[in-house]
């Protein structure tokens, strides 16, 4: 009789841990599901740096991790001449005030990358305009603009690459007060992304 029961406990106590297991599992897999619907698992951490109108040199830095539900902050785009239309864009929060955006165009019969196009938006009260835009293609005196393309899978949608941006004096004075902090200074954006886009 003592022999069964311990058995029986046994067997219920097994159960029930591989019930905890699995349930544990589900939680977690959901919990992944979530996060990466947001975009926390392929977050954007651009660092921006510039000088304001007293001399004094800013550095914006954050961890922009939401995203729509959608291909509008994650594409890969084929177009009809063989090229890819790559789009990326990441928010602070769900406000979605505060945030970051790459696009660019990428021709896997050459490797080349053109139309690059990057913009970093944040609002922090500060005396200069919150944010810092560069578009190669319209205005690019005293501008480089380096895409390092580690990893692209036009299947797939995985990507990965670095991103270095630079901009003199003259860049900030002719591409207008609309599109720098502050003009007449040098500035310049970095950052990585490690990911995977939707590929229509």
Not at 52 to 74: E, L, V
Not at 75 to 102: A, C, M, P
Request: hydrophobic fraction near 30%; charged fraction near 25%.
């Amino acid at each position: 009789m003592l022999s069964g029961i311990m058995l029986f406990g046994t067997l219920f106590f097994s159960s029930c841990t591989k019930n905890l297991k699995d349930d544990i599992r589900d939680l977690q897999k959901k919990i992944d599901d979530i996060s990466h619907s947001l975009g926390n698992d392929e977050p954007i951490t651009p660092v921006t740096i510039f000088k304001d109108k007293k001399g004094k040199t800013i550095t914006i830095a954050d961890a922009y991790k939401f995203k729509a539900n959608d291909y509008s902050t994650q594409s890969l785009i084929k177009r009809q001449d063989g090229t890819y239309d790559v789009n990326i864009e990441r928010f602070v929060d769900v406000d979605w005030t505060d945030h970051v955006i790459i696009s660019f165009k990428y021709d896997p019969s050459t490797k080349a990358i053109t139309q690059k196009y990057c913009g970093h938006y944040w609002y922090d009260n500060g005396d200069y305009i919150g944010r810092a835009v560069y578009n190669y293609d319209s205005y690019n005196k005293g501008l480089s603009f380096d895409i390092n393309l580690k990893k692209i899978d036009l299947s797939t949608g995985a990507i990965s690459f670095d991103v270095k941006i630079n901009g003199t004096e003259e860049y900030s004075s002719g591409i207008g007060p609309s599109y720098v902090p502050w003009t007449g200074t040098a500035l310049s954006t970095s950052f990585s992304f490690d990911g995977k886009l939707r590929v229509y």
